[in-house]
C-alpha cells in the first residue's frame, strides 16, 4: 500500500515537472488512450453545473496543446506554470484503478503578472503492467473569479 | 481627460467612422459614461433561469453600483440597489443563493424579498419622525422582462422594453425560447474598456486573424453586419458546420455538414448574445473603470434537448468561446493589448478607424456597419444636455 502511495506521488510529480517544461508530447504520454480533463469552478459544481471552464477528452486536449504551442496569441510570450501538488490520498478500488485526491496551488506568470490559482483534483489513475496512466482529472476551482479572464495554460 | 478638463464634450470623441482613442482611456469619459449611459439606459442585469424560485437571487452590478436581482414572495422579479438604508453596506455579499429575508450584518435591519423594510432592532429608540416606509432597499425605477432577460433601468423615462429593443428582437427571440435553462456561468476581469467587448462581439473580420484555430474551421463564411437600432447591432452568417482537423480539436461536430445560420448580437450597453453553432452564450458586460471590465457569462440550454445536445452547448463554451476556450482566450488577450496600445498618443493617429464598408461594400460579414451603430448610440446619449447632467447621481 505505502508503494501504491509512493508510486502515485512519483507520478504525478514527473508529469507536473513535463508539464511545467513545456515538454507537452511527453506529458500527453501520461494520460490514458481515453482521457477526460475536466476543470470546474467551485460554484458551478455546487450548482451541478453541465458547463464548465475546460472539459476536454483526447482531441480537445490535443487542441489546446496545439492552441498553446502554435494557436493563442495568448501565448505569445508563453506563460510560465508551477503546479504544487501535495496532501495526496491514494484509494485503490475494486476494478483495479487508483483515486488520487489531492490539492493543488498553479502559479501562472507572464508579462509582469502572476496568477494564482488553487483547488482539489480528484485523479482516476489506471495501472497498465508497471506504468500508471491518468484516465481522468477533475481540477475543482476555488477561484470562481477569474480575475486576469483567460486561462490559457493546464491547470 | 484632457478633453472634458478643457471643456469639450465627450460626444465629439466620436464621429461616423471613427472614435477617438481617449473614449477607451480617459477616466472622465468614464465618468460620463456612467451617468450619461449606464445610469440611464436599460441595462442586462440577468436572466429568469438564475431565479428558479421565490428567495432565489443573484447579485449584479448597474455600472457602479452593486444590486439584488431576485423574486420576490410572489415570484415577481425585483432589482433592488444592495445597500442597506441605515449605514450603505451591501445587505448580501455577491453571489447567488436563496433567502427568505435580506438582513444587513451589520446592526441586523431586515429587509424583505421585495425591499421592505420589516425590522429594525431598538426600534422605540428612535423618533417620530422614523419611517420604515421610506426606508426599504431601493427598487431600480423601471424592470422588464424580454424572453427571459432581465432589463433594469435607473430611469423612470425608460421606454417600454419592446420599443427600446426594437429591431434586435427578432434575434433575442431566434436564441431565447420560453425553457432556457442556464448550463453553467464564468466570471471574469479583463484589463480593458468595456467597449472593445462590445465591438468584438459584432466583429466580423477578427475571426481569421485572432482566432487562428477557430477560424480555420469554416464557421465563417458569408453574412451581413446589422445595425438594429438603438445602438443594438448582430452579425449573422450562414456556415458550414465545422469541418475538418480545427474542428475535431474544438470538440465540434465534424459529421454534419448541413448549412447552419449563426449570429452574435448586442443590445447596447451591455448585452453580448452568441449563437453560434450549438452553442447559446449570454454575456453580461460590467464596466469597473475605463481600464477594467468584469463579464459575467453563461452557457445556455433548453429544457428539451437531449443529454447529448446539452453536451455539446456546454463544451462550446469550454473549447471555444469560454475564457480558456480557442476564440475567447484570445478576445481577452486584445483587449488588454488594445488598453495598452490606446496609451500611445498623437494627433496623427488618435482617431480609430472604424469606416469599413462604409462604402464599396454591398454587405459583407466583414463590414463595420453594426458598430457604427453602437457608436451613433453613444454619441447621442453622451451628447445628453446639461439640464439632465447629475439628474441620476
Known amino acids: 500500500m505505502i508503494d501504491t502511495g509512493k508510486a502515485v506521488e512519483q507520478f504525478l510529480y514527473s508529469a507536473f515537472r513535463l508539464l511545467d517544461g513545456g515538454e507537452f508530447g511527453k506529458w500527453m504520454e501520461t494520460w490514458a488512450s481515453e482521457l477526460v480533463y475536466v476543470v470546474q469552478t467551485a460554484g458551478n459544481l455546487e450548482r451541478g453545473s453541465t458547463a464548465a471552464l475546460i472539459n476536454d477528452n483526447r482531441d480537445r486536449l490535443i487542441g489546446r496543446i496545439a492552441s498553446i504551442e502554435q494557436y493563442w496569441h495568448a501565448e505569445v510570450p508563453r506563460t510560465r506554470t508551477s503546479h504544487l501538488v501535495g496532501n495526496i490520498e491514494v484509494e485503490p478500488m475494486a476494478d483495479g484503478t487508483l483515486v488520487a485526491r489531492s490539492r493543488f496551488i498553479v502559479s501562472a506568470t507572464r508579462l509582469g503578472t502572476q496568477v494564482m490559482l488553487a483547488g482539489r483534483y480528484e485523479d482516476v489513475i489506471l495501472r497498465q503492467g508497471q506504468a500508471l496512466r491518468l484516465r481522468s482529472r477533475l481540477a475543482v476551482l476555488d477561484n470562481d473569479l477569474l480575475v486576469a479572464g483567460r486561462v490559457t495554460y493546464i491547470v | ?393
Open chain 2, 1 to 393: 481627460m484632457e478633453n472634458l478638463e478643457t471643456g469639450i464634450c465627450p460626444s465629439t470623441l466620436v464621429e461616423d467612422g471613427r472614435v477617438h482613442r481617449s473614449v477607451y482611456t480617459s477616466a472622465a469619459v468614464f465618468e460620463a459614461e456612467l451617468d450619461r449611459i449606464w445610469y440611464r439606459d436599460w441595462l442586462l442585469v440577468g436572466h429568469v433561469a438564475e431565479l428558479p424560485e421565490p428567495g432565489s437571487y443573484v447579485t449584479r452590478r448597474m455600472g457602479r453600483q452593486p444590486v439584488i436581482v431576485c423574486r420576490d414572495r410572489d415570484g415577481r422579479v425585483r432589482v433592488l440597489l444592495n445597500s442597506c438604508t441605515h449605514r450603505g453596506a451591501t445587505v448580501l455579499r455577491p453571489g447567488y443563493g436563496r433567502a427568505r429575508a435580506f438582513v444587513c450584518m451589520y446592526h441586523g435591519w431586515t429587509f424583505g424579498l421585495d425591499g421592505r423594510l420589516a425590522s429594525v432592532p431598538m426600534r422605540d429608540h428612535y423618533g417620530p419622525e422614523f419611517r420604515e416606509e421610506a426606508l426599504g432597499l431601493k427598487e431600480v425605477a423601471r424592470v422588464a422582462l424580454y424572453r427571459g432577460l432581465i432589463f433594469a433601468s435607473f430611469s423612470d423615462d425608460a421606454p417600454p422594453i419592446e420599443a427600446h429593443l426594437g429591431e434586435a428582437r427578432r434575434f433575442v427571440d431566434m436564441a431565447l425560447t420560453d425553457d432556457i435553462e442556464v448550463l453553467g456561468t464564468m466570471e471574469y476581469e479583463y484589463r480593458g474598456n468595456w467597449k472593445f467587448h462590445m465591438e468584438n462581439t459584432i466583429d466580423g473580420l477578427h475571426g481569421i486573424y485572432l482566432h487562428r484555430l477557430f477560424g480555420n474551421s469554416g464557421l465563417l463564411s458569408s453574412g451581413n453586419s446589422l445595425d438594429l437600432g438603438n445602438g443594438h447591432a448582430g452579425l449573422m452568417w450562414r456556415a458550414e458546420k465545422a469541418k475538418g482537423e480545427s474542428g475535431r480539436l474544438m470538440g465540434l461536430d465534424t459529421t454534419d455538414t448541413s448549412p447552419d445560420t449563426s449570429r452574435t448580437i448586442v443590445l447596447f450597453p451591455n448585452t453580448g448574445l452568441v449563437h453560434i453553432q450549438d452553442l447559446i452564450n449570454l454575456r453580461i458586460v460590467m464596466p469597473i473603470a475605463a481600464d477594467r471590465t468584469r463579464v459575467f457569462t453563461a452557457a445556455l440550454g433548453r429544457r428539451s434537448d437531449t443529454p447529448e445536445l446539452r453536451a455539446r452547448r456546454a463544451s462550446q463554451l469550454s473549447a471555444v468561446q469560454g475564457p480558456a476556450g480557442a476564440a475567447g482566450a484570445d478576445d481577452i488577450e486584445v483587449f488588454e493589448a488594445l488598453q495598452e496600445g490606446c496609451a500611445a498618443r498623437a494627433p496623427e493617429i488618435d482617431w480609430l478607424d472604424f469606416s469599413r464598408g462604409e462604402r464599396g461594400s454591398s454587405g459583407d460579414l466583414t463590414d463595420e456597419t453594426g458598430v457604427r451603430g453602437c457608436y451613433r448610440r453613444w454619441k447621442a446619449m453622451m451628447a445628453v444636455s446639461q439640464a439632465d447632467r447629475g439628474r441620476s447621481i
